[in-house]
């Protein structure tokens, strides 16, 4: 995916200003910067919910006519949100199940006497859910209802269903926010292990710099809507424009 020469303006406001810069397929990029610096606007053009006014986003390997999100995650682009978006009343395992919505093809007809394509879909999506179950070590709250769960693991499931969309590219919305030390150990390791085993491109805004660095292969980092750097997390550390702006201190 490629952003080229992004700019978005909310009336007189420039969230993001003339930025460009690649995700590659397989990598995990971070997008970070400051309050305000419009990494959650960035993220949002990436999936659709915000369109610029101008440049244009690439994706596999031509420019993205204007989408609405639902097509845009038709064409495997997953993503989770800052504030977590789940049925609270619903089960782990029904929220997760929702995450297969963009790949149900049989009419309502078939779903409703239960036949043909319908008993296929539902088996296979079924099979889906519990691998990403397994894999996220969830299995023991698979019925249990999500308004239950702590924190921590509410986030861990809302990475299951965006997993269950089985997208090629995940978008990451501050993952580890709220969370304590244990969790933000869990989670970066869940997010590399989904980078790993699926192959799974990932691109995340976070806030915590020390995951960040220890997570990313890239980063891009944004400072009043412009680009002030990208490259690995050495050259973003050594990058004088990124320090002075957003670390303050040299972090070595
Ligand atoms: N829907 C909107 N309407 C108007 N202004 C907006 C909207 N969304 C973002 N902005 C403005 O765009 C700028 C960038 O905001 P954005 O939320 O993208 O930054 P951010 O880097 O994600 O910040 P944070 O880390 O606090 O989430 C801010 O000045 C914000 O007030």
Redesign the pocket.
Known sequence: MEMRNITLR??G?E??KDISFDIREGEIRAII????????????VISGF?HPQEGEVWYKGAPRPSMKPYEVARMGVGRTF?NIALFEGMTVLDNVMTGRLTHMKASLWEQAIWWGKAEREEVQNREQVEKIIDFLEIQAIRKTPVGRLPYGLKKRVELARALAAEPSLLLLD?PMAGMNVEEKEDMSRFILDVNDEFGTTIAL?E?DMGVVMDLSDRVVV?DY?KKIGDGTPGEVRSNQDVIEAYLGVPHE
Do not use: C, D, R, T
């Open positions: 909310f009336g406001v969230a993001i910067g400051p309050n305000g610096a419009g990494k959650s606007s960035m993220l949002n915000y800052q501050e805004i806030h944004m809507g």
